[in-house]
């Protein structure tokens, strides 16, 4: 791809990523894409790690690398500053938590110019465990099940296609022009509703599998937990600020724990509660049972176990977060 200075801005928000932050950036340089046709922009929260030391001796190596504060903390303000910080027509939204293939940026840009109708194109985000331990791992196998985390297709897709959301998204300057900047009160689930609002603008949120990323699952069941009661707390609060932004996939979570709960207190007050909640217990661990042994045979025995007790918890912390955000509790 031929060379432009600054055509391209790539955005990453940060708050104490010392811990990925350099394997991104260098990912970054590596691309096909010329390093120095593009401004890289890190827009850091205020971290309280060596976050900021570390970008700063990259950035000495790389002046195409510009630290920037956001004193608002949240990924979407980060990604308005960046925006209003830059000039370049493409600008792209990666996350420092994750490497990026060579041809990621490549890719991208490719398609926004090939089709004018795309008002954001991203890829396959491959999740991968931060350590060798067996929860790291089981943590990012379950992420490409479809009974664990879900069907989402940047996640289990191979095929191209139009979709409702994508990760890392690449975006004309002048689609964001038209349908604004993220909403910078959002703390989680920013992208589902940009997405969103893209789609009601008349384009097209595209994924293509040849544009591939890596992510980094959380290391323990607890941090796991946490990641999934958020996630569900964003679907919650989404639904006072765009209902469209959410698919049904992300309310299978709720309905299974609202079931649980309705089940459990009508076993106080009918034998017929108690028969309901244990039908609903018993096709959910038959389920879940099916989809371990499967994902078992594919990976290894040895997340037996661990990914049964993974699935139960997950659930359950993204329902409940869903109910948190339905109530409107902070």
Known sequence: MNKA???????????????????????????????DACEVLVVDGGSK??????????????????????????????????????????????????????HYIERCIQLLEEHEDYGNVGGQCKIIPQNNHLVAQANALLNHLRFGIGGADFRVGTKAKEVDSVPFGAFRREVIEHVGGMRADLARGE???????????????????????????????????????????????????????????????????????IGIVAAFFSVWGKWALLALLTIYFIAAFIADISACRAYGWKFFFILFLLFFLVHCSYGIGTIIGLLNIK
């Open 5 to 35: 200075t600054n055509n391209i801005v790539v955005i990453i928000p940060t708050l104490n990523e010392e811990k990925f932050i350099e394997r991104c950036l260098l990912s970054v340089q590596n691309q096909t894409y010329f390093s």
């Open 49 to 102: 790690d060596h976050t900021r030391e570390i970008v700063q001796v990259i950035s000495s190596s790389y002046p195409n690398i510009r630290l920037i504060d956001n004193p608002h903390r949240y990924q979407s303000a980060a990604f308005n500053i960046g925006v209003k910080e830059s000039k370049g027509k493409y600008i792209i939204r990666m996350d420092a938590h994750a490497q990026y293939e060579q």
């Open 191 to 261: 992208d589902n509703e940009y997405n969103s609002r893209i789609r009601q603008a008349g384009y097209k949120v595209w994924f293509d599998p040849q544009i591939q990323s890596y992510y980094y699952a959380r290391a323990t069941i607890s941090s796991s937990m946490r990641q999934m009661y958020l996630n569900g707390k964003s679907i919650g609060n989404l639904v006072y600020v765009d209902p469209r932004a959410i698919g049904l996939r992300h309310l299978v979570p709720f309905c299974f724990v609202i079931a649980m709960i």
